[in-house]
């Protein structure tokens, strides 16, 4: 893969850096240039947003048959997650064995290498989850 | 809008065809519908190609020119098409078809679909298959495509109570119908334990829980009613051609349990065709995985939202249950060739439509309905047809 194809990424990918409608107030992941609630209204009014990171799974699986750049990492965890700003995200959920993963399970983004594009391509990096590890106060 | 019918179609044989090209794939479905319709050359006023990648696949773009060439069409100059839209490719280009012949613009149009999957090695067609998902935002981040229907699967079970008993069932029943289908890829009956038993791809989805990889063709030819009765006695009327879109991202839904585009485009199809779930005798539905056929039966109102799976269980879809669904063994044992599959349906419905499915046939085959499905859930095809 071309290299600028992840470097124009980056923000999102590093910083969990997604878009917020001004008009509305609700917050999205991958950025988005225009808000689905919204449409019109919102043109012009999306502003960068950082999320917190924090998030709540809502379904899970266990890839046992990896794509290509991830051979020999299965299996892996791959969960789709509701964050706290009420957008859903997909990404692995690492640190921890199989049997620990359930629906409900409380997790935080953390900052992580994806895949190598071969021994001399790029290191991809982006953001994976681990469980939250302190106590929230309710 | 005229009324518009189907007037032939034709199948190749599917499965691992390594003597086949793309180009023999697509001419041997395409002059079987041809001959099927009794039509000649000269009576096509265009064609419509689905395919999802056979750039990717073998290297192959601009389809619908390929088609014409094949066909032995090139000299007439009639309009080619390729339509797009991952494995509901077929199912679209169809749509595209009825409204062409249904706007007046055309009166007799041939429809195909295909795809020459193996010609690269299993992970690289794995690969291939995930562009139908968001490659910068699942595929990126080490999503597969079995694993979004996981994900799909898992919130179902948590949600409903589905097993992965029910899920086997699904896979149980379409091998047992493939068995009677000589053009399927696996013509062999399988256990509950088979599908329980074999490699976890993406839990819970067992490899007997996935469709295979698949070389195969298919084509059917659309024409006005009026046309149709020029060319045979046997049209089977087009009630119902509806297309409905949704995120291509799964984690953009509005939910997880069904899909939404398919609940969308089966109230299109029922309103369309002036008929209700109950009045629907037999059905091809898209499963691509075992779940997405427990979900398919509750997104088109035959069962109530997770009652999927007991359903299925209780033999409501079964052959001989009270809605037969994937009488052809369906994607997971007749094959699916991805492009081809939206078609490859409709020939399973004017099959039984005709009274022509022989030992498969069903008892009472008077309207039928086809659920093709792109991707997750981002696009989905659903048609209702009707023997006239």
């Known amino acids: 893969m071309a290299v600028p194809r992840y470097w124009r990424e980056i923000p999102q990918r590093y910083n969990l850096v997604g878009t917020k409608c001004g008009s509305c107030g609700k917050i999205y992941f991958p950025p988005k240039v225009v808000c689905p609630t919204c449409r019109r209204k919102s043109l012009g009014h999306m502003e960068d947003c950082a999320l917190a990171g924090r998030g709540t799974v809502e379904s899970y699986t266990i890839i046992y048959a990896p794509p290509p750049h991830f051979e020999g990492e299965e299996p892996y965890t791959m969960a789709l997650i509701k964050m706290d700003e009420g957008c859903y995200l997909m990404g692995q959920v690492v640190d921890l064995e199989p049997q620990e993963i359930h629906i409900g399970l409380r997790v935080e983004a953390c900052f992580r290498r994806i895949y190598e594009d071969g021994t001399r391509g790029a290191i991809q990096y982006g953001y994976k989850f681990k469980k939250m590890e302190e106590a929230e106060t309710p | ?388």
């Open chain 2, 1 to 388: 809008m005229r009324e518009v019918a189907l007037i032939g179609s034709g199948v190749t044989e599917f499965g691992e065809l390594w003597e086949k090209s793309l180009a023999d794939l697509v001419a041997e479905a395409g002059i079987t519908a041809i001959m099927d319709a009794g039509i000649d050359g000269t009576d096509i006023d265009a064609l419509y190609i689905g395919g999802m990648s056979a750039g990717r696949f073998v290297g192959q773009e601009h389809l619908g020119s390929l088609a014409a060439e094949v066909a032995g069409l090139s000299d007439l100059h009639i309009p080619a098409t390729r339509v797009e839209a991952a494995c509901a490719s077929g199912g679209l280009a169809l749509h595209s078809g009825y409204l062409a012949v249904a706007s007046g613009a055309y009166d007799v149009v041939v429809v195909g679909g295909a795809e020459k999957m193996t010609d690269v090695p299993g992970t690289e067609a794995t690969n291939i298959l995930a562009s139908a998902a968001n490659r910068e935002w699942e595929a990126f981040f080490g999503a597969t495509f079995p694993g979004l229907y996981a994900l799909m699967a898992r919130y179902h079970m948590h949600k409903h109570g589905t097993t992965s008993k029910q899920l086997a069932q699904v896979a149980v029943k379409n091998h047992h119908n493939g068995t009677l289908n000589p053009k399927a890829q696996y013509q062999r009956k399988i256990s509950v334990e088979d599908v329980l038993n074999s490699t976890m791809v993406a839990d819970p989805l067992h490899l007997l829980d996935c469709s295979p990889i698949t070389d195969g063709a298919a084509a059917v030819v659309v024409a006005s009613v009026e046309t149709a009765r020029q060319f045979t006695d046997q049209p089977v009327r087009i009630m119902a051609s509806c297309h409905a879109s949704d995120s291509i991202s799964l984690s953009e839904r509005s939910r997880f349990d069904a899909l939404p585009a398919a609940v969308s485009a089966a109230r299109c199809a029922y309103r369309q065709a002036g008929v209700e779930p109950t009045d629907i005798d037999f059905a091809e539905v898209h499963d691509c995985f075992t779940i997405a056929e427990i979900m398919a039966i509750e997104d088109l109102g035959f069962v109530d939202r997770g009652q999927g799976g007991p359903a299925t269980e209780d033999g409501l879809t079964a052959r001989d249950g009270d809605i037969p669904v994937n009488t052809s063994g369906g994607l997971k044992s007749k094959g699916h060739p991805v492009g081809a599959t939206g078609i490859a349906q409709i020939h399973e419905l004017m099959l039984q439509l005709r009274g022509q499915a022989g030992q498969r046939q069903v008892e009472k085959a008077d309207i039928g309905l086809s659920h093709n499905v792109g991707g997750s859930g981002g696009t989905a095809v659903i048609h209702i047809l009707e023997a006239i």
